[in-house]
Nanobody, 121 residues
Framework: QVQLVESGGGLVPAGGSLRLSCAAS????????MGWYRQSPGKQRELVAP???????NTADSVKGRFTISRDNAKNTVYLQMNSLKPEDTAVYYC???????????????WGQGTQVTVSS
């Protein structure tokens, strides 16, 4: 079984910064893609930034130039550095990992429990 535990959320004024972390634990063979999503009340969950096992990244247009995703494969951890935060960034942020439990096994998606980010105006 795989667990994803997020941390780093909180309340921050507009223009501030936060760094989210998501650590994967448990028994598995490998983790390929990881990513951060967010969901605001009344809205669908949206992709914020994905990252491959090789470190290739992308970011949503709404956060481009402000958010940076990175990962430490040795620690099975993905990070989201969020700068110049805006009130519209307020949401629950979730991390996702695509995990191969055993060699030659199919991959499964796992989600973290979410961490609240609130940006005050």
């Amino acid at each position: 079984q795989v667990q994803l535990v997020e941390s780093g959320g909180g309340l921050v004024p507009a223009g501030g910064s936060l760094r989210l972390s998501c650590a994967a634990s448990g028994t598995f063979f490998s983790i390929s893609a990881m990513g951060w999503y967010r969901q605001s009340p009344g809205k669908q969950r949206e992709l914020v930034a994905p990252i491959t096992s090789g470190g290739s990244t992308n970011t949503a247009d709404s956060v481009k130039g402000r958010f940076t995703i990175s990962r430490d494969n040795a620690k099975n951890t993905v990070y989201l550095q969020m700068n110049s935060l805006k009130p519209e960034d307020t949401a629950v942020y979730y991390c996702k990992a695509v995990v191969r439990p055993h060699d030659n096994d199919i991959q499964f998606q796992y989600w973290g429990q979410g961490t609240q980010v609130t940006v005050s105006s």
